[in-house]
């Protein structure tokens, strides 16, 4: 028996229930031209009931197929969720416009 495919990406979207969308990105260099170039790819993965946030890195493991497009479970958690949030300060600006 071969050993299961696993994959690494981070959590772009959980709203379906018992579900993740998880995006791995895969980097490899141009046969030709020697670039470093970046492909990715979504893949919807059963949780186990737990929740995930977006942003948070996962390790993912082939399975069966559990419905029409999810093969894949989460392994374990990778890193915490990294959500970038901009703060937008309008006192700074109100004092600086004059007055």
């Known amino acids: 028996m071969s ?3 696993q994959l690494s990406g981070v959590v772009i979207r959980a709203k ?4 993740v969308t998880v995006r ?12 470093l170039l ?3 790819r979504n893949y919807l993965v059963d949780t186990n ?3 995930y946030q ?3 890195r996962v390790v993912i493991e082939e399975t069966r197929p559990l419905s029409r497009r999810k093969h894949f479970r ?12 901009e703060t937008h300060d309008t006192t ?3 004092s600086e416009s004059g007055g």
């Open 3 to 5: 050993p299961r495919k």
């Open 16 to 19: 379906l229930p018992r579900t």
């Open 24 to 35: 791995v990105t895969q980097a490899y260099r141009h046969p030709r031209y020697k670039k």
């Open 38 to 40: 970046r492909r990715s």
């Open 49 to 51: 009931g737990r929740d």
């Open 54 to 56: 977006p942003g948070a």
């Open 74 to 85: 989460i392994v374990r958690l990778a890193g915490k969720a990294r959500m970038e949030v």
């Open 92 to 94: 700074a600006e109100s």
